[in-house]
């Protein structure tokens, strides 16, 4: 069975969470708190798992990736029904882009350690910290927004009728604006796009409120 170390609230793993419930694969869920204890995810054990000490990590068999978007890529070669990424080159490139909008442009300046950065090391107050954040999230939303408002492929999902890598990676980037109150206004067909794949169960069940490691 495939072993999914993961975090309830982490949107890197919720993005291979919906993934993996799309195609239909049983898991393990493996919870690693990041904030119990200092971060289980800096402990040496599972530094071991992940050196980079970052989660989400998966174990399929003696093989172990980490970094969700590459997890997910793998996912698609190795378990290709249904696929995440549509057969054509331009749609597939189409679907990365999205996906990276998310994934590097937006996450990685939001995590959890770049926030306790912010307020540790450069002492920020929260009042600044949350300004950082949501003047990042809504930008960054606004471009993925341009990028899927009127475009032709567009459609029930961000790309077509059937949700793929983008989707995997929109969904915990709204839930994770919505928690820390960022604007949406002016991203209304992401906003669409949301609720349509928060009705298929695979998104459901990927949810932070549905993990075991829930709090």
Same mark, same amino acid.
């Given at each position: 069975?495939?072993?999914?170390?993961?975090?309830?609230?982490?949107?890197?793993?919720?993005?291979?969470?919906?993934?993996?419930?799309?195609?239909?694969?049983?898991?393990?869920?493996?919870?690693?708190?990041?904030?119990?204890?200092?971060?289980?995810?800096?402990?040496?054990?599972?530094?071991?798992?992940?050196?980079?000490?970052?989660?989400?990590?998966?174990?399929?068999?003696?093989?172990?990736?980490?970094?969700?978007?590459?997890?997910?890529?793998?996912?698609?070669?190795?378990?290709?029904?249904?696929?995440?990424?549509?057969?054509?080159?331009?749609?597939? @490139? $189409?679907?990365? *882009?999205?996906? &990276? !909008?998310?994934?590097?442009?937006?996450?990685? +300046?939001?995590?959890?350690?770049?926030?306790?950065?912010?307020?540790?090391?450069?002492?920020?107050?929260?009042?600044?910290?949350?300004?950082?954040?949501?003047?990042?999230?809504?930008?960054?939303?606004?471009?993925?927004?341009?990028?899927?408002?009127?475009?032709?492929?567009?459609?029930?999902?961000?790309?077509?009728?059937?949700?793929?890598?983008?989707?995997?990676?929109?969904?915990?980037?709204?839930?994770? @604006? $919505?928690?820390? *109150?960022?604007? &949406? !206004?002016?991203?209304?067909?992401?906003?669409? +796009?949301?609720?349509?794949?928060?009705?298929?169960?695979?998104?459901?069940?990927?949810?932070?409120?549905?993990?075991?490691?829930?709090?």
């Amino acid at each position: 069975m495939l072993k999914l170390y993961t975090y309830f609230r982490s949107s890197a793993a919720y993005r291979v969470r919906i993934a993996l419930n799309l195609k239909n694969l049983a898991y393990e869920a493996i919870p690693v708190h990041l904030v119990k204890d200092g971060g289980e995810h800096l402990k040496e054990d599972y530094r071991r798992v992940n050196p980079a000490g970052a989660i989400p990590a998966l174990a399929d068999r003696d093989l172990t990736l980490s970094q969700s978007l590459a997890i997910m890529e793998y996912l698609d070669e190795a378990y290709p029904y249904p696929p995440l990424l549509p057969p054509d080159p331009a749609a597939r @490139a $189409r679907v990365r *882009a999205i996906a &990276l !909008d998310i994934a590097c442009e937006i996450h990685p +300046i939001n995590n959890l350690r770049v926030l306790k950065y912010l307020t540790g090391q450069l002492g920020l107050s929260e009042e600044q910290k949350m300004a950082w954040y949501r003047h990042w999230v809504e930008l960054g939303l606004a471009a993925v927004e341009a990028r899927l408002a009127g475009h032709s492929a567009t459609g029930r999902f961000c790309h077509g009728e059937h949700p793929t890598l983008a989707d995997c990676c929109l969904v915990p980037q709204v839930f994770n @604006a $919505r928690r820390f *109150a960022c604007r &949406l !206004d002016h991203v209304p067909t992401v906003v669409r +796009i949301d609720a349509e794949c928060r009705t298929l169960p695979a998104f459901a069940a990927a949810a932070p409120e549905n993990q075991p490691d829930a709090e």
